[in-house]
Structures are given as structure tokens and as C-alpha cells.
Nanobody
């Protein structure tokens, strides 16, 4: 059973920093990518940052230059360094891990989600 455990959220003043972690476990298969997303009720999930196992990254325009995502492939763990935080960054950040899994028809990509990390930026 795949599990994703998130940590590192909290309360910080504007201009401050936080570091989120997400550890995936319980799968015999390899990870293709990991990332963090926002999801409002009734809305589609919104990318914050994502990284592939090969090191390619993608960021939302609103966080480019402020957030940095990285991944330790051996530990199946991703990290999101959040700098120069703004009040509008306040949200629950949901970690995603995408695994490459074998089936009788061939490999397929499957997504798993963490419990969410609350980030609050306020003075």
C-alpha cells in the first residue's frame, strides 16, 4: 500500500521561509515524478511545483524564482524550499507521487496523494 507522508508546514511571517518534505513508501515500482498541488473545493488541482526522477522541474508562474523543488531518488522523498513567502501563498499543499507500475498490458502511470501540509503566511 503506497503512503505519502508530508511535513514542514507551519506559520511564518511575510518574507520568511519554509521547507516542505514528502516521503513516499510502500511500492515496489519506480517513481516517475513528485510535486505539490493546491486544490480548492469544486476546482481542478493547481500545480505549485513538480520534478521528475531525471531532475526536470516545472513551477507555477506565481512561485518561480521563490520556490525550489528537489528529490532524493534513493529515499523517494521530495523537498520544496519556499522562500520570500507572501500572504497569498497561504494554502494547504498536497504532495503527489506518480509511480510507473507494471500491468499485463504494459507499464502505466498512477498517482498517489499525501494528507496535505498547512502553510500560513501572516504578520
Amino acid at each position: 500500500q503506497v503512503q505519502l507522508v508530508e511535513s514542514g508546514g507551519g506559520l511564518v511571517q511575510p518574507g520568511g521561509s519554509l521547507r516542505l518534505s514528502c516521503a513516499a513508501s510502500g511500492s515496489m515500482f519506480n517513481i516517475n515524478a513528485m510535486g505539490w498541488y493546491l486544490q480548492a473545493p469544486g476546482a481542478q488541482r493547481e500545480l505549485v511545483a513538480a520534478i521528475t526522477s531525471g531532475g526536470s522541474t516545472r513551477y507555477a508562474d506565481s512561485v518561480k524564482g521563490r520556490f525550489t523543488i528537489s528529490m532524493d531518488n534513493a529515499k523517494n522523498t521530495a523537498y520544496l524550499q519556499m522562500n520570500s513567502l507572501k500572504p497569498e501563498d497561504t494554502a494547504v499543499y498536497y504532495c503527489n507521487a506518480q509511480f510507473i507500475e507494471a500491468t499485463m498490458l504494459g507499464p502505466t502511470l498512477n498517482d498517489y496523494w499525501g494528507q496535505g501540509a498547512q502553510v500560513t503566511v501572516s504578520s
